[in-house]
């Protein structure tokens, strides 16, 4: 791998010095472009997007409307829905498996982080690219491959891998457990295998970026919080996932050769299997390292573009810039040790889940400075209600609802009762799945002219705003009863009981609901694909926006900036500085320029700004007369 | 222009890494994680009881004796390269290449010894863990002989020398680092039984 980078780089290099000609093979497929990379990532999302709404309609059906004749969908799914019209149960453990499976890693991380890290690390920092465009698009066509395999797993005969997301054993470490635990989970685990390859790279990549790429002037503390959320979210990823590839090893040991890392004393139709001493708590450990800073890694690229599209439109600097970055990291060091919080009902020691219950808890303080923040940003603000602002209030007014919820979950004792049922299904989707989800709509709508040059529509991002924040409120917050009368989550039917029955009817609610709102991300996908070719044209910087994007041109070619890259003098969020002509003051602008504006300890750094730009001239100096 | 650019580029980040060689030091933390991972999984399970004792292979001290030696070359080669010594520079790097596959045997018969023991990769996770952590260790270290190999061809080239060390500094770090690591892992093992 490094030799293959290594030979890359000078291609690279010699890349950004002249007008190059892409054929369409090198533009639109393999590019190492970031700004394309970016791209392909988005449309891979949207399309595993709309694959796993999809899949959560089809379960939502079976729901909702137990009783239901589902015949109509048998073009689709064929043989999964019996003579008498209904989902086969095998199959629907494996539509929410998919779904989880799906939305977690092709949607949101894949996707939000893929696209926003890919497209703005470089913009915003003043970079011509990635660190190494080849591994860059490397972690695409891996993570294309990735799911290519899951995508071919959803047309098995036996099915996909159904043992839930987790794919906790033994269920998904023994073939004879149900069907989906055969060929779908072995490709369950080799898509995962080249997904954290994937990821890997990617992150591997945006660490290297922003550390090393930076344009003059542009320190840490110049950082855009999206850059900050970006670069952490890698690092959590680079921590987390390569466990997730020593967990999915050992799983793979004791599906095909007959290891017992996972499984001990098993007894299927009475007789034993010669499997002994292994733990299937182990798995658990092991996997919920990954997995819970998974949470974060969806949630933080999110949570920077919120900051940043908020400051943006409330037109104020980001309340609390230093305390953002303090509890990004706070998050980022809190995020490895609460792992146990999803395992208080495993059998763990008791004293264990006290620990990680205080340690659980805790993170709730960093979370509400985030939300503090954000509120305190907006207030007083001159709110400008782009659909991307929306977004952001929507991504914020979920984390505060759902946020609520994890203090509950987060007590060990509590979670006896709720473990595992409704309740923690819409604690999540709350304030992880549509957080993140409103997060990335959010920068779509927000960077959509960056990426195509071209404004998508505001009064359907309007009417798609709406009808999801609100029918996201109708699915998921209902379920918090459901959950808390104690319906247990990934059960196929609950007719069998005679305390479900008085639920029917929320039930029927909430599949309603879904429905709509999944219909009305078509709404958005018209946008999207219509505004790309028949937009209005974009200005070069149409939300008067600071960071260094949007001093690139309308469609920035390969390289980004057609001169020399700009540097960088003040933070990112000089909007509405008293003394200012404008109400913002983008990066590029140095202290110098703006005496009427600075303040007093600013005034002291313009000595420091004189002597670089001093500098800089003797540079273009010496450019001159080597030319 | 073509120009400009070039040396904007170079002037911009005069403190910053080279940033392939920042990549590869992330990859090493990726290579970390997987081990860390795998080894706390040992001691989790370790404290489980039900756990089969043996004895580890004594060829392990042996092993780890080669893989320290190969460092050694390689840091030869590194040291001769800096000076433009091209014979010391592919003899250290041959031999560092032939201790690297001298590791990998003797690695195989620490198996074979396991196997005599009666210690087999199906059966007790005891053992089941030991040919994991070796076998996914020497994956590493084929990739970092076939690394060196490439470099060892690109010497004949003349394309590593005192003025470009990045690819030779690149296998060093990578080299020196599964070494450190084999060694971990054998200290731990020697720990932990």
């Known amino acids: ?261 996972y499984l001990s004393d098993i007894y299927i139709g009475g007789e034993a299997l010669p499997n002994t001493g292994g733990s299937p708590v182990l798995y658990q450990h092991l996997f919920w390292f990954l997995g819970h800073p998974e949470v974060y890694i969806v949630l933080l690229p999110a949570l920077g573009i919120t900051s940043e599209v908020i400051a943006t439109n409330s037109r104020k600097p980001i309340f609390g810039y230093k305390a953002m970055i303090i509890s990004l990291l706070g998050i980022t060091v809190l995020s490895f040790v609460v792992w146990a919080h999803h395992m208080f009902v495993s059998g763990m020691n008791p004293f264990l889940g006290s620990i990680f219950m205080f340690l659980t808890l805790i993170i709730a303080v960093p979370s509400a400075v985030k939300v503090f923040n954000y509120l305190t940003t907006l207030w007083r603000g001159n709110l400008i209600f782009t659909p991307a602002m929306l977004f952001s209030i929507g991504l914020v007014s979920f984390f505060i609802s759902g946020g609520l919820t994890g203090i509950f979950l987060g007590n060990s004792a509590i979670d006896i009762q709720l473990h595992d049922t409704y309740f923690v299904v819409a604690h999540f989707h709350l304030v992880m799945g549509s957080a993140s989800f409103f997060g990335m709509i959010a920068g779509v709508y927000h960077w959509f002219p960056k990426m195509f040059g071209r404004m998508m529509d505001a009064k359907l991002g309007y009417i798609h705003f709406w009808i999801t924040f609100v029918g996201v409120y109708m699915v998921f917050f209902p379920m918090h009863y459901i959950g808390i009368a104690g319906f247990p989550r990934r059960y196929y039917s609950w007719t069998n ?106 005034q002291e750094l313009v000595k420091v700004e004189l002597e670089i730009m001093k500098e800089e001239e003797e540079v273009l100096v010496s450019n001159e007369t080597s030319h | 222009m073509e120009k400009e650019l070039k040396y904007v580029d170079m002037v911009e980040q005069p403190i910053a890494m080279h940033p392939k060689k920042f990549a590869l030091w992330l990859f090493l933390v990726t290579v970390v994680m997987i081990f860390a991972a795998l080894t706390s999984a040992y001691i989790v399970r370790q404290s489980e009881g039900n756990w089969l004792e043996y004895d580890l292979p004594t060829i392990f001290w042996y092993s780890s004796g080669i893989v320290v030696i190969s460092s050694i070359c390689l840091q030869y080669a590194y040291s001769a390269a800096k000076k433009d010594n091209f014979v010391g520079l592919r003899a250290g790097l041959s031999l560092a290449v032939l201790f690297g596959i001298a590791f990998l045997v003797s690695q195989w018969y620490s198996w074979v010894a396991l196997v005599d023991e009666n210690v087999f990769f199906v059966g007790n996770p005891s053992g089941s863990f030991l040919y994991v952590f070796t076998g996914l260790h020497a994956v590493h270290l084929i990739s970092g002989v076939i690394f060196l190999i490439i470099v060892l061809i690109s010497t004949y080239r003349y394309k590593v020398h005192s003025k470009s060390m990045d690819t030779l500094e690149m296998a060093t770090t990578f080299w020196h680092f599964l070494a450190a690591l084999w060694l971990y892992l054998f200290m731990f093992l020697l720990l932990n039984h």
């Open chain 1, 1 to 261: 791998m490094s030799t293959a980078s290594v030979a890359n780089h000078d291609a690279a290099h010699d890349h950004h010095d002249h007008e190059h000609h892409d054929n369409f093979v090198t533009k639109y497929i393999f590019s190492q472009d970031h700004k394309m990379i970016a791209k392909q990532y988005l449309v891979t999302g949207m399309f595993w997007a709309l694959i796993g709404g999809l899949l959560s309609i089809l379960f939502r059906l079976q729901l909702g409307f137990p009783e239901m004749d589902m015949s109509f969908l048998r073009p689709i799914l064929g043989g999964w829905i019996d003579e008498a019209g209904k989902l086969d149960p095998t199959f629907y453990l494996a539509l929410v498996t998919m779904h989880g499976t799906i939305m977690v890693f092709f949607v949101l991380t894949a996707g939000l982080s893929g696209t926003f890290s890919n497209f703005l690390i470089p913009l915003q920092i003043g970079a011509r690219d990635m660190a190494s465009g080849f591994m860059n698009m490397l972690s695409y066509w891996l993570f294309f491959l990735s799911g290519v395999i899951m995508f071919i797993s959803l047309f098995l005969k036996t099915g996909p891998a159904a043992g839930g997301w987790v794919v906790y054993p033994p269920l998904s470490a023994l073939e004879q457990a149900i069907p989906g635990s055969g060929l779908g989970m072995t490709l369950w685990l080799v898509a995962m295998t080249f997904f954290i390859a994937s990821s890997l790279m990617g992150g591997i990549n945006y660490i290297t970026t922003v550390i090393n790429l930076r344009t003059k002037g542009m320190s840490f503390s110049k950082l855009p919080l999206t850059i900050w959320a970006f670069f952490l979210t890698a690092v959590i990823g680079l921590l987390s996932f390569p466990v997730l590839f020593a967990a999915a090893l050992l799983l793979v040991f004791d599906r095909s050769f007959g290891t017992s890392f």
């Open chain 1, 497 to 602: 009981f005679e305390f479900a029955n008085m639920y029917t009817d929320l039930n029927m609610f909430v599949s309603v609901a879904a429905i709509i709102t999944f219909s009305a991300q078509f709404i958005f996908l018209f946008n999207f694909f219509y505004s790309m070719y028949k937009g209005r044209k974009a200005t070069l910087n149409p939300w008067r926006s600071n960071t260094l994007e949007w001093t690139t041109p309308v469609e920035p070619g390969h390289g980004n900036w057609p001169g020399e890259i700009p540097a960088v003098y003040r933070w990112p969020y000089d909007y509405s500085k008293p003394g200012a002509e404008e109400d913002f003051i983008p990066q590029t602008v140095p202290l110098s320029a703006t005496p009427e504006s600075n303040l007093p300890h600013e």
